[in-house]
Structure formats: C-alpha cells, structure tokens
C-alpha cells in the first residue's frame, strides 16, 4: 500500500476561492486500484445511486492502437473497497478514453475507438476518419446495454460528454473536411473539434465548432446560469479556456501558457477545479490546478511520471474529495515499469 502526503497551498483569491485564505490540501491514502500486468489507463469517476463508479482502458499490448483493449467498469460503496461490474471491448477497434455521463436517470460510459483490424495498428496507418464512439448504458446499475455505435460520430475522436437540460454534448475532434492528405494519427495542424449533440445520449448532431485549428480533448461544464466553461488540450505548451452564452454556437478560446494532458474540468464546492498532465523540468507530471478567472493555480503533484494523467473527481458530502489517475512511476518486481491506475482522499485542511 503506497503511503504518500503532499501540503501545497494555492495562492489565489477572489471569485474562485470561497475564503479569504488560500485552501490548503492534503492528499491522503495514496494507492494503486488496479494492476492487473496490462497498461491501465484513461481514467474517469462518478457518483451516481449512492455508490462511486470508476472506468478505464486496459491493454495487455500496451498505450498504443490494439483490439486487445477494454474498458472496465469498478464499483463501490464506499470508495475503499471496489469490486469490477463490467467490461466490454469492440470487435477490430481499439477501445480507449471512456468517460462517464448521466443522461435521463441512465448512467453511460463512452469511448472513442480506433479501427484496428485484427492486430497491432502501425501508428503510420492510423486513420481518424474511420474512428467511431461507441457507449454502453445501464438503468439501474446491475444490467449494461452491450456496446452500442454512435450514430452521427464516424470520423470523430470522442472525449468527454456533458449535459444540460434535456441535451447531452460531446467534444469530436475530426481532420478539417475529412481529409486523406494527411495519413497517421490525424496530423495536429488540420485537426478540430466540434461540439456534438443528442436528445438521447446515442444519436448525434453536429452543434457548432468549437476549435477550428489544434482541435483537442475539450472537458465541457455547464453552469447553473446555462453559460458554458470549457477547457481543452492544444498545441504545444498551450491549453484553450471559453466562456460561453447560450446557445454556445460564438466562442472565445483564451490561449493559457500551460501544457494541460487529459484535461479534466469540475467544480469542488464553489472552485473550479482542473486537472491534467503538465510538463515540468522532472518529466511529465499528474497536477491539479485551482482555475481563477484566466490563469491556473497549480496546488497538487500527485505522484506520476511517464505515461500518465486522465484524472477523474468526485466531491463526498464531507467536502472531501477522490481523484483518480493512472501513471508510470512505479516498476514491478522484475524491474520493469507498470502503467496503473490510482486514487486519492484529498482534503481541505484550510478551506
């Protein structure tokens, strides 16, 4: 069991900060939730019908494109103990990113998949025009859907989904006109990333553009006034931030000087809370930032390196908080490094 506590106090104020003092926060009860000899990664978090929920990619093959993945489904209680409920994986695709969504008193796990044909996918024939989501569903959270094709999402990369009222949203990026001049995994330059729409959480529409050039993983959030924050990963050492009206078809991106991987976007009380991969002079870090007005705070490292991030949150009715994440800072007994997945009690010991 890793013993792990890190004390960083954030120094920002005003509309995000809900005291005149900067909180202050102790990770506790660091440990490894899942190593089961593959790569696990991508994770996300949910409180839904009194229990917590986690999900993420499994691969025996490894990071890369491999039909050999699947994404996996843990349950609990009370955030200690978490038994496994469900798995699935898509014949000839590779299965990655699911994230969770409550849409009309359904819990959904949706994935972006690469096609992958019956093996390892060289990375020089990755082909973003043929990506498809793919989701899974369940009422009661005993009886999943099987996996089911988004319909209206072939050709987009999908990420995290969002709702609001009686519409769920989702981030596909896409190449600019489905081209074929550019081959891999999509070439950054000619990528977007549109906001899609769906009156029931399985068939979409194209809602409007949201990134015209870099397109990338977008975390939307809907505020309680209908205006939408959004933060999404972009080129170089750059996130994007947008504040929205409705209908949110006009769009402001605010270039922030920070390098965001796997962007989540939640609220801890009255703060916005982001997480995300950042690139620090150690190597590439699992951070936390606190979000005031333009600029993020970072007030956590939690312990990463490698291949790494994806964070999922939950808020428990104490004000506390779960984090989830997955990294590569660890080895096996044999030496080797393991890609696990991890959480995390954060507290508020200065709120």
């Known amino acids: 069991m890793l013993r792990f506590a890190v004390i960083l106090s954030v120094l920002a104020s005003g509309i995000v900060l809900s005291a005149a003092e900067p909180p202050e926060v102790e990770a506790k009860n660091i440990r490894r939730i899942s190593h089961n000899g593959e790569h696990n990664a991508f994770t996300d978090l949910i409180r839904w019908k009194g229990a917590y929920w986690l999900t993420f990619r499994s691969c025996p093959d490894g990071h890369m494109v491999f039909p050999t993945s699947t994404v996996r489904i843990l ?22 990113d699911p994230h969770f969504l409550v849409f009309k008193e359904k819990l959904f796990v949706y994935t972006g998949t690469w096609w992958s044909g019956d093996g390892e996918l060289p990375r ?14 369940t009422a009661d959270g005993g009886e999943w859907s099987e996996p089911t094709q988004l319909e209206g999402t072939f050709g987009h990369y999908i990420w995290r989904a969002a709702a609001h009222g009686d519409k769920a949203y989702l981030c596909g990026r896409r190449k600019r006109d489905y081209t074929n001049d550019v081959g891999g995994s999509g070439g950054v330059k000619i990528l977007e990333a549109a906001m899609l729409e769906s009156d029931d959480g399985i068939v979409w529409k194209y809602h409007s553009l949201f990134q015209p050039e870099f397109g990338n993983e977008t975390a939307f959030l809907f505020e309680e006034d209908g205006s939408l924050l959004s933060l999404s990963r972009c080129k170089g050492n750059l996130a994007q931030l947008s504040r929205t009206a409705p209908p949110w078809k006009e769009k402001e991106l605010i270039d922030i000087p920070l390098y965001v991987g796997g962007p989540l976007l939640t609220k801890w009380g009255d703060r916005y809370l982001v997480g995300g991969r950042r690139t620090t002079e150690e190597g590439p870090r699992t951070t936390l930032y606190w979000l005031k007005e333009n600029e ?52 508020l010991t200065k709120p």
């Open 296 to 347: 993020l705070k970072p007030f956590l490292e939690l312990p990463s390196d490698g291949d790494n991030s994806y964070p999922g949150f939950v808020e428990h009715d104490d004000g506390s908080g779960l984090v989830s994440w997955y990294s590569t800072h660890e080895k096996n007994k044999g030496g080797n490094p393991i890609t696990a997945v991890y959480l995390a009690d954060l507290v």
């Open 75 to 96: 349950r609990s209680e009370d955030a200690k103990e978490w038994k496994e409920v469900y798995q699935f994986s898509v014949a000839k695709r590779d299965v990655r």
């Open 124 to 137: 020089e024939e990755y082909d973003l025009n043929l990506h498809l989501g793919y989701a899974v569903h």
